[in-house]
Nanobody
Framework: QLQLVESGGGLVQPGGSLRLSCAAS????????IGWFRQAPGKEREGVSC????????HYADSVKGRFTISRDNAKNTVYLQMNSLKPEDTAVYYC?????????????????WGRGTQVTVSS
């Protein structure tokens, strides 16, 4: 069964860190680029970061540059999003999605399968 499962979300204080994981099953992650997206309450979903199938190319939204790092371990069929210096405005449900292209895109078109999301709340 094809699945993308996000984990690692939770409640963290401003300035704290979390590492999100996106674990794939039912297919081999090697041939897909992966994107992380987030949706805050009352807002549209937005692209956060993405990584090419090889891991050699990454992209970050301006709002997270220098704070978030995306990586992948194809042997573990997992993509990670390390989030540091978290801010209250990072509060959202975070989703990972796959794209059948070696290069990723910061925009939703082209992503054909999505996980169910993990909640990240940044609050004191």
């Amino acid at each position: 069964q094809l699945q993308l499962v996000e984990s690692g979300g939770g409640l963290v204080q401003p300035g704290g860190s979390l590492r999100l994981s996106c674990a794939a099953s039912g297919f081999t992650l090697d041939y897909y680029s992966i994107g992380w997206f987030r949706q805050a309450p009352g807002k549209e979903r937005e692209g956060v970061s993405c990584i090419s199938s090889s891991g050699g190319t990454t992209h970050y939204a301006d709002s997270v540059k220098g704070r978030f790092t995306i990586s992948r371990d194809n042997a573990k069929n997992t993509v990670y999003l390390q989030m540091n210096s978290l801010k209250p405005e990072d509060t959202a449900v975070y989703y990972c999605a796959r794209r059948a292209h070696r290069y990723c895109s910061p925009y939703e078109p082209g992503y054909d399968y999505w996980g169910r999301g993990t909640q990240v709340t940044v609050s004191s």
